[in-house]
C-alpha cells in the first residue's frame, strides 16, 4: 500500500514526460515533414490527376479527361522506349563503373601514406563542381576543333553527334563527378573494417586480393549496398549532363528529357505528366527491389536498433 | 505633363513606358531599338532582351512566360513557323485597323502570308529568307537546275579528284524539315493539306523521300551530312572542302569576310528542283504583340518603327537579314551587300512555306526523328512512318521524341 | 629501407593519378576561359594567347550578374530555412521516442531519392496557379524540400554524437527541453549544423532542371540555367569564351569550400550513408 503510491506516482510522471516528448517531437518535426508533403505528396497527386486529361496548353479549349489514353499513348511510343533504354544502359553502365573505380579511389584515399588530405581534398573538387559546368567542359573537350579530345580523334567524326559516342560521353561525364561521392561512401565503409582481422588474414598467408574479397568485401557489404542505391537512383534520373553534352540528338535522350521536352518544349501536360509518374514508378520499383533483394534498410533508422 | 504616362502605369526611371522587346540574337539590332526610341520622342522606351541561338530554345522562352501569363513581354520577335501556333493558343493580338494597314502595306507577299492565321494578320513581317543554290564556278561552270544534275557534277568532280561535296543541312533538327518541305513541294506536294488539317505526303512525298535517300548516299554527300547544321555547311564550303552548298544568303558576307579569295568564284543559282526549278525554303522572321501585354498602343508604335522600311535596310546592309519590304531592295546601299537581292526576289515568287498548323513544333520533331540520317530514309515505308506520327502529332497526342 | 622507397613511390603515381583525374577537366574549363577569342578553336590545353577579355565579359552582362545574385540568395536563403526545419526534425528524431519516427525518416528518404522530373509538370502547374512561378519562392520551395532529407539524414547522425548529458544537467537546473536545446544543444551542434549547410548550399548550387522548368526570366533565373542560355552576338556564334568564363566563376565557391572544409565535407558526407 505505502509502497504502491509513489510507484504509481513515479509512472504517472514518466508517461506525462513521455507525451510531453511527443508533443515536442511532432512540433518539431511537423514542418519539415509538412514540406516535404506539401512539395513532393500533393505534386505527384497532381501529376496522377494531370496524366488522365488531355491538357495541351496550346489548345486550353480542348481540355478534357481521358482515362488512360495517355498511358497508352507512351507505352506503345518507340521514342519513349528508347529514352527508357537509353537511361537503363547509362544507369548500369555508369553505377558499374563507379563501383569499381570508387573502390579503387577508396582504397587509394585510405592507405595511401602521401598527402592524404591533400588527396581527399582534391577528390570533392568533382563531387562540388555544378554538374552543368562539367558537362560545357566534357562538351567543348570533344567538340571536332575546340577540344583537345576530339584532336585524338580521326579527323571528321563528330562523336557527340551519334548515338554510341554521345552515350560513352555521357557516361563518361557522369561517372567522373559522381565516382568521388561513391568512393567517399565506400571509404567510410572501409573505416568498419578491423585491422586487426586484415592482419589475421595476413599471418594465415592471405594475399592481399584473398584478403580484399574475403575481408574486406562481406564487411564493407551494407556500405557498398547503400551507395548502389543510391548512385542507381540518382543515375536514373540523369538529365543536366544530357542536356548539355547532346541535347537529346541522335537518340541520347533520357527518360527526364523526353519528359523536359514534352512538357516543357510540347507544353502536353498530359503526356509530360505521364511520363513523370511512369519515371515515379520506376524509380520506386528500383528502390522496392534494391530492399527487398539486398534487405538494405533506410540510414536514419540504423541508429534505433544499435 | 506627365499625367498621361503616370496613368499608363509608369516604366522606366525616365517615366517613360517600357516596351520589352524580345528577340533572337541579331549583331546590329541595338541600333535599330536606337533609332526608334528617338523617334519614339518619349512616347515609349525599347528594352531589349536577347533570346537564345537556336531558334526552339528562343520558342521554349516565350512559350513557357506566356504560358504563365507574364506581364513583362511585350514586342515578340517570331520566327515564321510560330503564328499559327501563338495565334491559336491566344498568346499574340491580331493586327488590325491602322496597325494591320501599315503592316501590310508595301509588304512582300509570302513573307506577308506567313504572319496569317485563319485569315487574319498575327504579326508584322520583320525579315525573311530563302535558300539558295551556292557554289564554285572554278569547279561547277554550269549549275544544274535539278538535284539530279548536282549528284551528276559531284560524281564527275569525284571522278577528277577535285572538291566535290555538296553540303546540305542534314542534322536532325528544323534544317531537315526545311530540306524535305522545299524538296516535297518542289514535286507538287506537302507535308499537310494546305489548310494544315491533315496530312498529305503520298506519291510527292515519295518522291522527295527517293531524292534525299540518292542525295545521302551520292558522291555529294560529306560523311558529316547527319550532324550538318546551317554553319558547318557553311563553314565546310568555307574550308574548300565542298563544290556546292544550300544555304541562306548570309553565307555570302561570311565568305567575303573569311575567305575573299574564293568570293570571285562564289556564284548563287536558284534552289534545284526535282525534274525543274525548286522551290526555295521560306524563312525569316516577324514582329507579334504579346496577349497580356499592359502597354498594347506602345508595342504595336515600337513593332512598326522596328520592321520600318528605314529599319530594314539598316538590318538587311548590316546584319544581312533580306527585307520584307519590297521596295528596301531598290535601295542604293542595298547593291553591295546584296548582289543576289533579285535572286531572292524571284526565289520568293515560288518559295515554299512550311506548313501551318497550331501543331507545327510537333510535326516538325517527328518529321526530323524520322528523316534522320537521310542516308536510312526507305522511301514508301518512311512515308508510310511519317504519315502515322505526322497525325498523331497534328492532334498532339503522341510523345515528343 | 629500399622497400620503403618502392612503396612510397608506389603511392606517389596513385596519387598523382588521382589528382589528375580530379582536376583535368577542371584546368581544362580554366584554359578555355583565358583563351583568346582567335585561338579558342585550336584544340590546345594550354591557352597559346592569354586575356581576360571573357571574364570582363561576363560581369559586363547584367543577365550573368543577376544570375550569380539569384544563386546566392536562392541558395543561402533555402540553406538557412532547411536547416534550421532539418534541425529540429534531426533532434527529434536523434533525441525523442515518438511514434512515428520510422515514417518520418522512411519519407524522407523517399524524398531523398524522388525524380525531381516527376514534379516539373505539376509545380509548373501549381507555381503558376499561385502567382509563385519565376520568383524567388518558386525555386526556394523545392529546394527546400530536395535539401530536408539530406538536412536530416547528416544532422541526426551528428546529434547522436553529442554528449547529452549536459542536456540532462540543464534540465535538472530547471530548463524546459526547448530551453535546453537552445542553450546547450545547439551551440554543441554548431559545427554539425555549419557542415549540412555547406552540403545544402552546393545542392542548391547544382541545381538545373528546376532552375530551367520553374523560371523564365532573370528575376529568379540562377546562374547554371543563366550560363546554358547565354547568347553570342550573332545567330551563328558560339559564346563558348563567356560559358567557359562563367563556369569558372561558379566553381570557385565549391573550391573555397571543397578548400576549407575538407575533412567537414567528407564527415557529413558519409556520416548519414554508411553507419550500419
Redesign the interface.
Known sequence: MITRAPARHARRRISEE?A???R???W??A???L???L??G???L??VL?SLQ?Y?????GERAWVGL?NYA??LT?P??WNAFWVTVVITVVSVAIELVLGML?AL??YR????R??????????????????A???R??WTP????L??ALPA?S?PL??KVPGLAIIILAEV?KTT??MA??L???LA?VPDDLLKAAAMDGASAWQRFWHVTLPLMR??IL??LL?RT??A??I??NI??LTG????T?S??L????????????G???T???L??LT?AAI?FLFIRAFGI????????RR | MLAGTVAGCGGGSTGRPVVNLYNAPQENIGALVDRCNRLAGGRYRIVLNTLPRDADGQREQLVRRLAAGDTGLDVLGLDVTWTAELAEAGWIRPWTGEHERRAREGTLAKPLETAVWKGRLYAAPYNTNVQLLWYRSDLIPRPPRTWDGLMRESARLAAQGRPHYGEVTGARYEGLVVWFNSLIQSAGGGILTPDGERVSLGAPARTALATMRAFARSRAADPSLPSMREDDVRLAMESGRAAFQINWPFVYASMAANRPGMLRTFRWAPYPGIDGPGRAPLGGGNFGISAYTERPRESYEAALCLRDAESQKIAAVRDGLPPTIRSVYDEPEMAKAYPMRQAILDALQTAAPRPKTPTYQNVSTVTSAVLSPPDAIEPARTEARLRELISEALQSKGVLP | MKADRAVMTRWLVVDLLVVLYALIPVLWIASLSFKHPSTFTDGSFVPRRWTLENYTGIFDNPDFTRGLINSIGIGLIATLIAIVLGTMAAYAIARLDFPGKNALVGASLLVAMFPQISLVSPLFQIERALGLFDTWPGLIIPYITFALPLTIFTLSSFLREIPWELEQAAKMDGATPFQAFRQVIAPLAMPGMVTTAILTFIFCWNDFLFAISLTSSDRARTAPATISFFTGSTQFEDPAGSIAAAAVVVTVPIIVFVLFFQRRIVSGLTSGAVKG
Do not use: H
Open positions: 513521455k510531453a516528448q511527443r515536442l517531437a511532432l518539431l518535426c514542418p519539415a515533414a514540406v516535404m508533403l512539395v513532393t500533393w505534386p505527384i497532381y501529376a494531370l488531355r495541351d496548353l496550346r489548345f486550353p489514353d499513348a507512351v511510343d521514342f519513349w579511389l587509394a584515399m595511401t601514406l602521401v598527402g588530405g591533400a588527396i581527399r581534398t582534391l577528390v570533392l573538387i568533382p563531387y562540388g563542381i555544378v554538374t552543368v559546368v562539367a560545357y567542359g566534357w567543348y573537350a576543333e575546340t577540344g583537345w576530339a584532336e571528321g563528330a553527334t551519334e567522373w568521388p561521392f567517399l561512401l571509404m567510410a565503409g568498419l551494407p556500405a547503400v551507395a543510391f537512383l540518382d536514373f534520373r538529365f543536366d542536356y548539355v537529346g540528338a541522335a537518340d535522350g527518360v527526364s523526353i519528359a523536359y521536352r514534352n512538357l516543357i518544349g510540347g507544353l502536353n501536360l503526356i509530360g505528366s511520363m513523370s509518374v519515371v515515379f524509380v528502390s534498410s533506410a540510414p536514419g533508422t540504423q541508429g534505433e
